[in-house]
């Protein structure tokens, strides 16, 4: 029977489905046809592709029920094609027939054990890997299943859309393809589903006795690790399944060695909290995903009813179409591995933030000199650096000499345990962070916005002592300079180009101010994997244990060990900012970007260093806008890097950007109604939380 006769006898059928016009039949017709047709293996996949399109389309197509699952409306197509595959057996006849074909010609070990898998090489080469396949053309193989899938399902949307098929339809679906009369196809993809499944068994075989698994693994023989048994009773469930005898036995002691699986990559996942390693991370990720579709695999091989067998092959097609496309993702990727690092990173930031937050008037007074101290260091910073610049050495090496400067100037501010504003903003958000998640919910809100005005309090306290500092220390140098030498700290010409590059209408010093608090929040992630590095290769240990303390004594080295342990991450932090801010301007002039940096208190000193310069400064146009720009810094180099950081923090916590947009009116609405709280110093009997009575 042809197209046209199967339309013709089902016209009847049509005309109970209300504005069949609607509904496009003309065009399910042409696909159809061009189905039928077909008469090699790229011909029929195209015309799948344009039936799938057109079945899944319609102005519902994404409409879902109470359930969360498509509604009726959505999947109305999908009930007009399998109707009328129900209705014209000849018709339905021919599209098993070009199913099977499909099957027969297709390779599909690589679908079931490879697809939608991390490769062997490593979280880096894996990187490098998925780079490769954006930028490079990918050759078509039209007998990859794993292609297959990928060209049917080409965007998230429709991935989600599949998942979310009701199951009474796929199982309907599944029913009208499966054909007897097309066994030996059928008998094929046993094979290419038990392939896979040996494909997943060794992979999981390989990286849990890999090394790095065994060595943070409880110590037991590798022939009584879990993941050498579970070859074993793998292989007796595929055995018992393709020979057609029961395998409830040997699937429940299959599970009994998954159980183990996870059982030693959970205490694996213990050990990560004394340092996380990505390599590690990533090895736990693949080892997941290989036994969640083998265990899927193994619900469908033991399913006799043919209903929740069914469920279960839906289940594992829409976890390997899923994986088929996130197999390409980068994004996902790094973001599925780097998670725990971030929340290492940011667990560490957040604890270093809790000293930068002032409850007290004490606390207050304290931010306030140690911003004091620090902007008196900050002088000589900024005196120093604008020496170098008048040096006019090679781009590469004047870059060098300015990020010396400032990391030996931040490292002084840590060991004297001064304050540096800018530096405060990745610390406190991650705090404000940690306070969220533990007091998520919206009874808690109030608490949370109290936290974030004594931030704001506390760093506007701790960037006044900066900069009134600064700029008073830079005036008084350069007029002891005077005094000692006749002249000014800076020439006429020196203090001009401090006046154009401050000034945010003649220069860049918007972008450049925000590009600084992106460095500054860069910088603290630097600091904070120094410090799981540190504790992921046990160096206070080692340092303590070395053999360095028979001769200078156990005792100095177990107060080395402690002295590392305690400032490796600031360390990190300080050389790792103050060679990004000096380098950064000599990378911009090589590579030809706008690429320079705007640091409101280093800014603030050299300011004032000009200002001393030249005579009647005060009241010209240029002196206003360099104060501008110092404003601008202000917000800016703060602004932006707590932003940065709070979001990193939130997404590392994995808090909803629902609580995040309420956590943001209510600071709005308590800076509107209670100003003082994020400006004026504590009261006097202000605590910090946890010191009040009765707590």
């Not at 209705?87 to 339905?92: F, K, T």
């Not at 993809?189 to 409880?218: D, P, W, Y």
């Amino acid at each position: 029977m042809s197209i046209d006769e199967a339309f013709h006898q089902f016209a009847e059928f049509f005309t109970r489905h209300p504005q069949p016009e609607r509904l496009e039949i003309e065009r399910l017709h042409d696909r159809l046809t061009a189905l039928v047709d077909a008469d090699d293996l790229s011909s029929r996949l195209n015309a799948w592709s344009h039936l799938l399109d057109w079945a899944r389309g319609g102005d519902h197509a994404d409409e879902l029920d109470d359930e969360g699952l498509l509604s009726t409306r959505a999947v109305r197509r999908w009930q007009v094609l399998l109707d009328l595959l129900q209705a014209a057996p000849a018709l339905r006849a021919s599209v098993q027939d070009s199913f099977a074909e499909v099957l027969r010609e297709a390779e599909a070990d690589n679908l079931f054990g490879v697809a939608g898998l991390p490769t062997g090489r490593g979280f880096l080469g894996e990187v490098g890997d998925r780079l490769l396949r954006r930028v490079l053309p990918q050759p078509p193989d039209e007998h990859d299943l794993a292609r297959l899938l990928l060209r049917l399902y080409r965007t998230q949307r429709q991935v989600v859309r599949f998942a979310r098929l009701p199951h009474g339809l796929f199982s309907r679906l599944a029913q009208t393809l499966v054909s007897p009369e097309h066994a030996d196809a059928w008998k094929a993809m046993r094979t290419h589903f038990a392939n896979g499944f040996r494909l997943l068994v060794s992979r999981v075989q390989f990286e849990g006795l890999s090394q790095k698994i065994r060595t943070r693994s409880q110590p037991v023989p590798v022939s009584e690790s879990p993941f050498f048994r579970l070859q074993q009773a793998s292989e007796a469930a595929l055995q018992a399944w393709q020979s057609g005898a029961g395998i409830r036995e040997a699937a429940t002691q299959w599970r009994e060695c998954a159980a183990g699986c996870r059982g030693a990559m959970k205490q694996i996942e213990r050990h990560l909290d004394q340092g996380v390693s990505v390599d590690v991370v990533y090895t736990l990720e693949v080892l997941d995903r290989c036994l969640l579709r083998m265990d899927l695999m193994l619900t469908f091989m033991e399913n006799e009813d043919r209903d929740l067998r069914y469920a279960a092959l839906h289940q594992l097609l829409s976890l390997l179409i899923a994986a088929t496309h996130s197999d390409r993702s980068i994004r996902q990727l790094v973001g599925d591995n780097l998670r725990l690092l971030q929340r290492k990173i940011v667990e560490r930031a957040g604890k270093t933030g809790e000293h930068y937050i002032a409850w007290t008037r004490r606390e207050y007074w304290h931010i306030w000199f140690a911003a004091a101290g620090g902007g008196f260091v900050t002088v000589f910073t900024a005196a120093i650096k604008m020496k170098i610049h008048g040096l006019h050495a090679p781009l590469f090496v004047e870059g060098l000499l300015a990020g010396i400067n400032y990391a030996v100037s931040f490292l002084i501010l840590q060991a004297l345990g001064l304050i540096l504003a800018t530096k405060q903003p990745a610390m406190t958000a991650a705090s404000l962070a940690g306070i969220m998640r533990e007091h998520k919910g919206a009874e808690r809100i109030d608490e949370i916005v109290t936290h974030a005005a004594q931030i704001v309090r506390s760093q506007i306290a701790a960037a006044l002592g900066n900069i009134v500092i600064v700029f008073i220390g830079a005036f008084a140098l350069s007029a002891l300079w005077q005094l000692a030498l006749g002249r000014t700290f800076l020439d006429d010409a020196e203090a001009e180009y401090v006046f154009d590059t401050l000034s945010p209408i003649s220069s860049l010093t918007v972008w450049y101010a925000a590009l600084t608090g992106a460095i500054l929040w860069a910088a603290s992630l630097v600091g904070g994997w120094f410090d799981n590095w540190a504790s992921l290769h046990r160096l206070p240990q080692a340092i303590s244990e070395h053999r360095l303390g028979k001769r200078f004594g156990r005792p100095r080295m177990v107060k080395l060990a402690g002295v590392v342990s305690r400032n490796i991450a600031g360390w990190g932090t300080n050389i790792s900012l103050g060679l990004m801010l000096g380098l950064m301007p000599a990378i911009g002039q090589f590579l030809g970007l706008p690429l320079d940096v705007r640091h409101v208190t280093l800014n603030t000193g050299t300011l004032s260093l000009a200002t001393a310069a030249v005579e009647a400064s005060w009241h010209t146009t240029f002196f206003v806008w360099a104060v501008v720009g110092i404003g601008t810094m202000f917000v800016l180099n703060l602004g932006v890097s707590f932003t940065l950081s709070l979001y990193t923090a939130a997404r590392a916590f994995g808090l909803p950007r629902g609580f995040l947009l309420d956590f943001g009116r209510s600071l709005g609405r308590r800076l509107l109604r209670r100003p003082g709280q994020f400006f004026l110093p504590p009261g006097r009997n202000d605590t910090a939380p946890g010191d009040a009575a009765g707590d």
